[in-house]
């Protein structure tokens, strides 16, 4: 994918963010352990004729950590990246442990979000310091050793992409793999490879596990624009509750729960069903 990747300095604080198409624009909170160069659902977005803006979230790639001092100070800088490319509106994407900013962006500039898409999104509290998930992510991806940790993935992942795509398995779904087999594409193994040859922490996912938690559950009511909740139903890393509590708190909230293998919902032989809905969602809400 051809992309602009630019950082601006914003208060002294340098963000750095790519911009795909030039359509209807949309801005895109990325997961963790992504950044501006994230890839998954942007063709099909593109194809259909809209535009992509992806910040690298606080401690991701080039953007500094000091910006996500709070849900609050980081979602300021993605509004002041806005008023620098001149786009009043545009539809936000929430993807995974991007989903409490994607909540806050619309909860408090409700004026300048056409639409909210939440795709296998953290909305209320997630790993807390008693999950035994949150004390080995505070060790493999500590800043210190988050580079080793993706470099050494990288390695075996090229050598042996279906091997680490069944090492990795249990941590996208809820499934076993034998149980999955039906649901996975022919060129997930593929896409798996390339997302973890593309992956860094930085001190971002340190940030991330400290914020989701942050989110109060009343933000979610503020949502007043029309939502769109896009879940696994055997989503292995943010459990399908976190869709329904979602689709509870937002007013004009619709949950489309995908029957896809788990986690990354983009992959899978039920992607395409996924796109289709997103895309009527889209053009329902121009």
Request: hydrophobic fraction near 40%; charge should be negative.
């Amino acid at each position: 994918m051809e992309r602009v990747v630019e950082t601006v300095s914003i208060n002294g604080r340098q963000l750095e963010y790519s911009i795909l198409g030039e359509g209807e624009p949309i801005l895109v909170m990325h997961g963790g352990h992504s950044n501006c160069y994230e890839e998954f659902g942007y063709k099909s977005l593109l194809d259909n004729g809209f535009s992509i803006i992806t910040p690298s979230r606080p401690g991701y790639g080039r953007t500094v950590k000091e910006i996500g001092e709070n849900l609050a100070t980081a979602c300021e800088y993605y509004l002041d990246l806005l008023n620098h490319l001149g786009i009043d509106k545009l539809h936000v994407i929430g993807i995974s442990a991007g989903g409490p900013s994607a909540i806050y962006f619309a909860a408090h500039y409700p004026q300048h979000v056409k639409t909210l898409i939440l795709q296998s999104a953290v909305t209320k509290e997630w790993l807390t310091p008693e999950d035994l998930t949150y004390k080995l992510a505070h060790v493999i991806f500590h800043p210190r050793i988050e580079k080793t940790t993706w470099t050494l993935l990288s390695r075996i992942n090229q050598l042996f992409p279906a091997f680490i795509f069944k090492q990795m398995f249990s941590s996208f779904s809820s499934l076993s793999y034998r149980e999955a087999k039906k649901r996975i594409g022919t060129n997930d193994i593929e896409e798996v490879r390339k997302m973890n040859n593309r992956q860094r922490s930085g001190h971002g996912f340190l940030i991330d596990l400290k914020q989701v938690n942050e989110l109060p559950g009343n933000e979610l009511e503020k949502v007043l624009c029309p939502t769109l909740i896009m879940h696994s139903a055997f989503d292995g890393s943010v459990p399908l509750e976190h869709a329904y509590y979602a689709a509870e708190k937002i007013s004009d909230a619709k949950i489309y729960v995908l029957d896809s293998w788990g986690h990354l919902i983009w992959l899978g032989k039920s992607a395409s069903d996924m796109n289709e809905a997103l895309m009527e969602f889209l053009n329902n809400n121009y």
